[in-house]
């Protein structure tokens, strides 16, 4: 008897473990859960915020800031301004970092200009970069508490490069990307599904083709945005007199920019694993372990139904919301047109908890996981 007591007792603690959370508890614990997370970030971050440099292993990336015009509405955007150099001297990345200081005059907004960690001449978009845009976003929403979904990224000439990179490997933090006179080298422009993203160039910028190149990518979002009406925004403005230096003309693409809020929780995701993998994408994570450089995505989300397309994932954790669907009824998943679940998905702490530990980013945090395998 003792033996089966202490089984049920087991069970029972298992079971409230486990217990689902109504919208309105699930709401209050969210609120609860960022406010601390608020308060401890404000002061374990104050000192590298005050001191314009953030550190990460042994690299650091120091940055100017500038707060432009009043506060509006909702708190202040951050804009995050990609210097140029590249391949070249310290000094030269540096005469380049003071300059994008000064270049641009987003109105509202919290105007940061880092310092690239290295001088390479992909210095934007390096593998070590993610956490560095990362951690500083979550910096400046404890510490100067602008506006989470109005996060943007802009940069010229090897910071174009890099907003070529980093727009679609991160298109979940942006709520729109200005590109000025970069390459996009090798990457795609698919996973820009949600994501405003501008391109400008000079019709003589003929360093590295970025004339030609730009234009082809631009086409190819055209092609993409016409197959998926409501999708891929974006604009596109060559100048046909000028070539690397745009005479500011470019700035044009801050106020088209600034007109943007983040898609926190889209109903149709496209992702594309980058040669830089991660993990987590909008409302779709997957194991470190499995993820592969290419492997891609398509999951969309109709009433109560997630439809997902894949043929080289494994399997997929859908991170849940009221924000996406309603978590008080059924829902249902198809993998490549076949069932995987049906049935409730409960909102639990463990998934507010995760969202929480994995980024500091309130508008997009989960009430419930539910993990799905390839049929």
Partial sequence: MKRIALILIACLTCRAEETSLTRAE?????KQQWEKTLETLSKERAPEMEKKEIVIGDKSMRFLQREI??????????VISLHGGGEAPAQVNDQQWQNQIRLYEPEGSLYVAPRAPTDKWNLWHQEHMDAFYDRLIANCIAIHKINPDRVYIMGYSA???????VGPRMADRWAAAAMMAGHPNEVQPVNLRNLPFSIQVGGKDFGVKRNEACKIWADKLQL?????PGSYPHFFKSYPELGHWMNREDAVAVPWMLAYKRKTWPKGVTWRQDDVLSTRFYWLSVDAAEAKVNQTIEARCEGQTIAIKSVDVPKV???L???????????KVL????????GKVNRNTKAIEQSLAERADPSTIATALLTVSAP
């Fill in 26 to 30: 699930a709401e209050a614990l969210v």
């Fill in 159 to 165: 910071g174009g490069d890099g907003v070529y990179q």
């Fill in 69 to 78: 015009g009043p506060v509006p509405e909702g708190g202040r955007p951050l």
């Fill in 224 to 228: 993409l945005a016409q197959a998926n």
């Fill in 321 to 331: 919301s009221d924000a996406l669907l309603d978590l008080d009824q059924e829902i």
């Fill in 317 to 319: 954790t859908l991170r």
């Fill in 335 to 342: 993998w490549n047109d076949k069932q995987v679940f049906a």
